[in-house]
């Protein structure tokens, strides 16, 4: 693991790591700017005066100018007013945490440009904004001779007299110049994979020869600096949070994590098993996704509270690790490899031309599909229910479920659409709501108009499912319970049924006598096609649109092949 720190800021850019962190609400009211023109050339134009003394206006609006196209790049490429409020306190020589800010926002832009890039995917635009600046020179200093790259001759003097690394780092280029972007990046690929060591030249500022006396001073240092370098030391090794603020605004509260004990060695210290700051899974801070202005004060001030202890001592760098810590940073590694030859490929894959356009084809014709598909859901389906023929209550259904429809309730029927090609089912259409969940995901264009189930059918319990043809009084109820008791072999109804197998098991239930058993099962179905037609028929068309393997569909009753086959 390696990242660029505060003691890598305060060595490229002359940045201390001490002072409070920025709050933009913090800038007076003494200096009112503002601008209308926001592109680059026209803010020129608009703000620089011809008068020989820079007024404090001016010198605010250079700032602001400066702050969002050099130091902090804003993705729109424009003039953004959220930097007024620091260029006020900039311009008033007010003290904040500016190293802190700057890495802070680095970390923020690589968590953003990660995101996006998971987002390319989908064919979506790759942009990367912030600091970046900052990264490139921190990788030439670090990386300097596994990237191959030099100071021309020319920048020695400027190099000789300079008082941060990063005026030598600007000027520092490939020795073999001319590279393609997809070559470059091949051959900078294969460098970072093949590093599989930590050496010394990682940490290029351990020694600090070059910089502010409070950056160059020897740790431990004298006594009458005593105080200064420790808290400057305090600052580089103690984890904590950084703050990536900026604006006023409600969505510019973010915080992101510091963790120098991670990377112990490119402070020139042993590498030991390291802890996390986060005790618990919701003190995670990931910049600005999810956090809110209390839970930004509320972490800001609970991590910076000062919870570890220094104590110098002399020592003699060391880039070295436990035990400990090598065992368990190559499980975690080990564990995420990926074949070179592979990787490679892919990644030589991402270059070539054909490959491009074919992976460009396929976006755009995923982009056609997608288009058509909102276009079709324009039009949305009534939500699919279950139909439950065995209820045992006739309290009426929620009006979330599928509305059953009572007995005095008027037939509603199904409806067409002004287009010959399009098909509109009422919602209390019964038959809709019986088809599987198969049918239902397929366009409803194709389905033809049917002649719709007698609403009557559908009611609460299973004895109106089936009605008789006509109505059973009490006299003919006496008549039948005579005639039954008459002829014992008369099939009686389910509900009799059961009660009888229930009291006369040792009859009904006998193995010992199979051949009544199967004559009492041929009289239950003559007795069930005994029903009215309309009631079977009813019957038979439910049990069948409820079976998995029949669907409806261009007029006659399909399998499953043939509505695989057939194109909705």
């Not at 990377?263 to 210290?269: A, E, I, K, T």
């Not at 509603?412 to 002004?418: D, G, K, R």
């Amino acid at each position: 693991m390696m990242t660029p720190t505060l003691l890598d800021v305060a060595a490229i850019i002359g940045l201390s790591p001490l002072g409070d962190t920025y709050d933009p609400c913090k800038a007076s009211d003494t200096i009112k700017f503002d601008f209308r023109n926001k592109s680059y050339s026209k803010y020129i134009v608009e703000n620089r005066k011809t008068s020989d003394e820079v007024s404090d206006e001016e010198h605010v609006a250079f700032l602001t100018l400066w702050l969002s196209q050099y130091v902090f790049c804003t993705q729109s490429l424009q003039v953004a007013k959220k930097f007024i409020p620091m260029a006020i306190q900039l311009h008033e020589c007010q003290q904040f945490n500016f190293a802190r800010l700057i890495l802070g926002c680095l970390y923020e832009s690589m968590r953003d440009a990660c995101e996006h890039l998971k987002r390319t995917g989908d064919g979506s635009t790759f942009l990367g904004a912030g600091p970046f600046w900052l990264l490139q020179l921190w990788l030439t200093a670090t990386f300097h001779a596994e990237l191959d790259l030099f100071l021309p001759e020319p920048y020695y003097e400027e190099s000789r007299t300079r008082r941060v690394e990063g005026t030598r780092l600007a000027r520092m280029v490939p020795r073999e110049r001319g590279l393609g972007y997809d070559v470059a990046f091949q051959q900078y690929f294969n460098t970072f994979l093949n590093l599989k060591k930590f050496k010394p030249s990682f940490a290029p500022f351990v020694d600090r020869p070059l910089g502010p006396p409070w950056f160059t001073h020897r740790f431990p240092s004298p006594p009458e600096f005593e105080t200064v370098t420790n808290n400057i030391w305090t600052a580089y090794l103690m984890p904590t949070v950084l703050s990536c603020r900026i604006g006023l605004t409600s969505g510019d509260f973010g915080l992101v994590g510091y963790f120098p004990n991670l990377v112990s060695r490119q402070f020139g210290l042993t590498q030991i098993l390291p802890k996390s700051i986060y005790l618990e899974e919701r003190e995670v801070c990931l910049g600005k996704h999810g956090m809110t202005e209390p839970q930004f004060h509320s972490f800001l001030n609970h991590f910076n509270q000062p919870s570890y202890e220094l104590t110098p001592f002399d020592f003699a760098p060391s880039h070295a690790c436990t035990r400990e810590f090598f065992t368990w940073w190559s499980r975690h590694y080990e564990g995420r490899l990926v074949d070179k030859t592979a990787l490679l490929t892919a990644i030589s894959n991402g270059f070539d031309s054909s490959i491009l356009n074919k992976i460009k084809s396929k976006l755009n014709a995923r982009g056609s599909k997608s288009k058509a598909g909102s276009s079709d859901s324009s039009k949305p389906l009534p939500p699919p229910s279950k139909v439950e023929l065995q209820i045992a209550s006739r309290k009426r259904p929620p009006s979330t479920e599928t509305p059953s429809v009572s007995k005095k309730q008027r037939h509603i029927p199904a409806t067409c659409s002004s287009a010959p090609d399009k098909v509109l089912i009422q919602q209390k259409t019964f038959l809709f709501f019986s088809l599987p969940a198969n049918l239902r995901s397929c366009g409803l264009q194709d389905i033809p108009v049917l002649s719709t189930i007698p609403e009557q059918t559908t009611v609460a319990t299973t004895q109106d499912l089936f009605p008789s043809a006509e109505p059973i009084t009490d006299e003919k109820k006496k008549k039948k319970k005579k005639k039954k008791e008459h002829q014992p072999t008369q099939e009686s109804t389910p509900e009799r049924k059961s009660s009888e197998i229930e009291a006369q098991p040792d009859t009904l239930a006998s193995p010992e006598d199979p051949p009544l058993e199967q004559s009492e099962r041929k009289k239950k179905k003559k007795k069930k096609q005994k029903k009215s037609p309309a009631a079977a028929s009813a019957a038979v068309l439910l049990e069948d649109i409820q079976q998995p393997s029949w669907f409806f569909g261009r007029g006659r009753w399909q399998n499953d092949q043939d509505l695989r086959e057939t194109r909705w």
